[in-house]
DNA sequence: TTGAAAGCGGTACCAA
DNA sequence: TTGGTACCGCTTTCAA
């Protein structure tokens, strides 16, 4: 079994008390003593039992994570920044998968809010706050990722998902598109977003979506790319065919460059495509994909430093918001001249 | 604050004992009392602490995943897979990164340990076992995944590693291929196993690894990509040159075939490459890229039933061993055909 | 400087 | 059927 603090002053002759204070350096124990429990615990390899102190202070030193889907490389990359930041800090993470469930996602957090986490950081899929009510009573300090919602009065870190609408259309304007679809994501934040961006875009130089230009992710398609590749099935049916297309998120861009080639089309001189996330080996596709760099490590530390923050601060701290600015990153899939 | 049992009790004029055995369906309360007790619970919307539990059965139902990064898209395949098994049986998943960093993974292990985790599922990053030690001292059940150890009394889930190295290098002697390099891993059993049957399969067909041909991943690079890409670079200045490269994983092949490409060599006709891990775009690379299928959703979902079986057992059960066999995945990279 | 006692939120055992 | 008591391993308070 584990040894225990009893251990060490059953074998010093002191008391448990006394062990408590050399390990958390309080000041009131003689240097002679602090060396000779200090010693013992070296001796010992003892280690504190942390369910046994977070019961009694009110600290796991855990942190939740709750995401859509780990496998998407965007949320790879945000677990992989807020663990980083945290292990630093003495914390743990605790991971928990919603598979774009808004019923699973809201098991876990209820599960997660029994262990008594200092934090939770969520990518919600909920599409209302509604889902989250429980979460804000146990006044668990609470960071939105990536996905937020207007009437929830919680922290957010994320990018201006405006902005990415707005940057990818704009660019797919200036190399020359003129009939420009967009592949819609699911019925969160995030996809409202971008879809509005792309609206605005186009108004600000006097265009709109042509009818079915903007189809909907079929529910039931398992996972982004599958999305992807039939949404843009259901575009190259279409009259006139769109010459580019901004994607919500690169799978959905893959999957889309995917039909594409496979219907015998060229990108980009037939259909120029961009998406959005950056992931990491977007530059070895079979086209090279530009994409909206989503800042998903930024957003990882930004998160996990403000749930730092929020866990240190007594009272609760008033929510604050973090909008990173998105950036264009440019490759093959939108490399061409504009049109004269 | 959280409602407690104490709060229950009070309410209703029972005791806590009374309250603590309805929630665990004792047989000796009466139905008139569990139902006053079941409907306040509602009401109030009790959840059990589990800590406070954790801390007095001396079962946390927490398990720990430790992985060498999760951005790596085989091991985020895994943790998904494993979490999805253990999330029906109301366990949580606590996850670390150890950055392919053994004393970091140490530091982790130490930390998940002082958690008292009911077990702990491991892909090791260590070269020996000796940095486990305290693992086995802590008699936490342990499973190893990936990457095993032979002189490590642990269970292991993982795939044949040397029929991996076999199976991609006899696939491309098939091919036609007959100056067959190695762009090996790091100092892991898989990589081990990989080279082993890379050689096997060479002997067996009267080849032997020409000078140079098994560059050594450089050490300092922040990924399998970039190793692969350094490694293939080193390749292109020998004479001959390769006409087939078997790379540890799909990462390196990825960044393989971009030096490749980018030096203005065709594949597969001047150099076939095969990778391994069939991550899950490899269909929409570059050039699509065969690999030997490592079955990670096969191995996290066995990993984790075996994790199942080691907690609910009440002695140490014997440590087991599940080999899963690979599978060859051949798309473009190496469709070619044999040499006459 | 040290430690006895109380308690964190539950569960186990046994007596009422 | 019900509940008192002890206890899990640790921290906090306060008296010695």
Redo the contacts between chains.
């Keep these: 079994m584990?040894v225990r603090m009893k251990d060490i002053a059953r074998d010093l002759g002191v008391s448990v008390v006394t062990v408590s204070k050399v390990l958390r350096n309080h000041s009131d124990i003689s240097e002679a003593t602090r060396q000779r429990v200090l010693q013992r615990m070296k001796e010992l390899?003892y280690?504190?039992?942390?369910?046994?102190r977070?019961?009694v202070t009110g600290r796991?030193y855990?942190v939740g994570l709750v995401v859509p889907?780990?496998?998407h490389?965007f949320f790879?990359?945000l677990?992989?920044g807020i663990?980083?930041v945290l292990?630093g800090q003495?914390y743990?993470?605790?991971?928990?998968?919603s598979?774009e469930d808004p019923e699973l996602e809201f098991e876990?957090i209820?599960?997660?809010?029994?262990?008594?986490l200092d934090a939770l950081i969520i990518a919600s899929t909920q599409s209302s706050a509604e889902g989250l009510r429980?979460l804000r009573e146990?006044e668990t300090p609470c960071i939105l990722i990536d996905r937020m919602f207007e009437d929830f009065p919680a922290s957010f870190v994320g990018v201006d998902d405006v902005r990415v609408g707005e940057m990818a259309t704009e660019h797919l304007i200036a190399i020359g598109c003129r009939r420009i679809a967009h592949i819609r994501g699911p019925q969160v934040s995030t996809a409202f977003g971008r879809l509005e961006g792309y609206r605005r875009a186009l108004a600000r130089h006097g265009m709109e979506p042509l009818p079915g230009y903007i189809p909907a992710a079929t529910v039931g398609d398992d996972n982004s790319?599958a999305r992807g590749w039939n949404a843009m099935r259901q575009l190259l049916e279409l009259d006139p065919l769109p010459d580019g297309v901004f994607c919500y998120n690169d799978?959905a861009a893959?999957g889309a460059?995917?039909a594409i080639l496979d219907a015998g089309l060229r990108i980009p001189e037939d259909i120029a495509i961009i998406g959005c996330g950056n992931v990491?080996?977007g530059?070895?596709?079979?086209v090279?994909l530009s994409s909206i760099d989503q800042q998903s490590a930024a957003i990882g530390e930004q998160a996990a430093k403000l749930a730092l923050k929020l866990m240190e601060s007594k009272r609760a701290a008033r929510p604050k918001q973090v909008l990173l600015e998105p950036r264009l990153v440019v490759r093959a899939s939108t490399q061409r001249w504009a049109a004269p």
């Excluded at 280690?47 to 046994?52: I, K």
């Excluded at 743990?92 to 998968?97: G, H, P």
């Excluded at 209820?110 to 262990?115: D, E, G, H, T, V």
């Design positions: 584990a390899n280690q504190p039992n942390l369910t046994a977070a019961l796991s855990i889907d780990l496998v490389p790879a990359q677990a992989k663990s980083a292990r003495g743990s993470l605790i991971l928990a998968s598979e876990e209820n599960r997660l809010l029994a262990r008594s429980r146990s790319e799978p893959m460059m995917n990491h080996y530059a070895s596709l079979r090279p």
